[in-house]
């Protein structure tokens, strides 16, 4: 965790102040987008002829708030995202869950390329970066939850500094379950998470 929070500090440092290099080319951005989630992996039953169903979060809605530093054609940025979320068992024949079992904190420092703009401003850009994510059981406690995610994302002006913005991606992370949580046929696996956000920015 220690470790995780070092990482975090050092990335964070950097997206916040990269553009002072460029003071007058660089400008400062705000976001709020609202995500739709939806979750794979995390676990899954080896019983040889059994359900071969797996414990996962649920699929669930999350908020981002996010500040960023534009240079240009690229952007730096940092996240902040709530989640909650269910977890449910997903079998062949079996769909069951608890909800609200899940809450979770991700910071996600995060680096843009814009690779093409219309005469009318909207823009089309690459983005990917890390994950450092605190997810918390109501009865199990918090444990730390890192990744890397990526995507693509579209930028559409309203107003003059105000823009829709719409992204889809995907995330790569550590499983939420440690060993000794679930029932001994079903072991650990990586997690997948893919998405699809509305959102709104201002800045240039």
């Given at each position: 965790?220690?470790?995780?929070?070092?990482?975090?500090?050092?990335?964070?440092?950097?997206?916040?102040?990269?553009?002072?290099?460029?003071?007058?080319?660089?400008?400062?951005?705000?976001?709020?987008?609202?995500?739709?989630?939806?979750?794979?992996?995390?676990?899954?039953?080896?019983?040889?002829?059994?359900?071969?169903?797996?414990?996962?979060?649920?699929?669930?809605?999350?908020?981002?708030?996010?500040?960023?530093?534009?240079?240009?054609?690229?952007?730096?940025?940092?996240?902040?995202?709530?989640v909650r979320a269910?977890?449910?068992?997903?079998?062949?024949?079996?769909?069951?869950?608890?909800?609200?079992?899940?809450?979770?904190?991700?910071?996600?420092?995060?680096?843009?390329?814009?690779?093409?703009?219309?005469?009318?401003?909207?823009?089309?850009?690459?983005?990917?970066?890390?994950?450092?994510?605190?997810?918390?059981?109501?009865?199990?406690?918090?444990?730390?939850v890192p990744g890397?995610?990526?995507?693509?994302?579209?930028?559409?002006?309203?107003?003059?500094?105000?823009?829709?913005?719409?992204?889809?991606?995907?995330?790569?992370?550590?499983?939420?379950?440690?060993?000794?949580?679930?029932?001994?046929?079903?072991?650990?696996?990586?997690?997948?998470?893919?998405?699809?956000?509305?959102?709104?920015?201002?800045?240039?």
């Open positions: 965790m220690k470790n995780l929070l070092r990482r975090f500090t050092v990335v964070a440092t950097f997206a916040l102040s990269a553009g002072l290099a460029c003071p007058l080319a660089a400008q400062w951005g705000f976001a709020l987008d609202l995500q739709r989630s939806a979750y794979g992996g995390a676990s899954k039953d080896t019983t040889s002829g059994g359900p071969g169903g797996a414990f996962r979060p649920g699929n669930a809605q999350a908020v981002t708030l996010r500040l960023e530093r534009r240079l240009g054609r690229a952007t730096v940025g940092l996240g902040a995202r709530y269910a977890v449910v068992l997903d079998a062949q024949d079996v769909y069951a869950g608890l909800r609200g079992e899940l809450s979770t904190f991700e910071a996600l420092p995060e680096f843009r390329v814009r690779v093409a703009r219309s005469k009318r401003g909207a823009a089309l850009e690459l983005y990917g970066g890390a994950v450092i994510g605190v997810w918390k059981f109501s009865d199990l406690g918090a444990r730390s890397a995610t990526a995507g693509v994302a579209g930028e559409f002006p309203i107003f003059d500094r105000l823009m829709v913005s719409l992204r889809i991606g995907g995330s790569v992370l550590r499983s939420l379950f440690r060993g000794g949580e679930l029932p001994p046929e079903v072991v650990v696996r990586t997690m997948r998470r893919s998405e699809i956000s509305l959102g709104l920015r201002y800045g240039r």
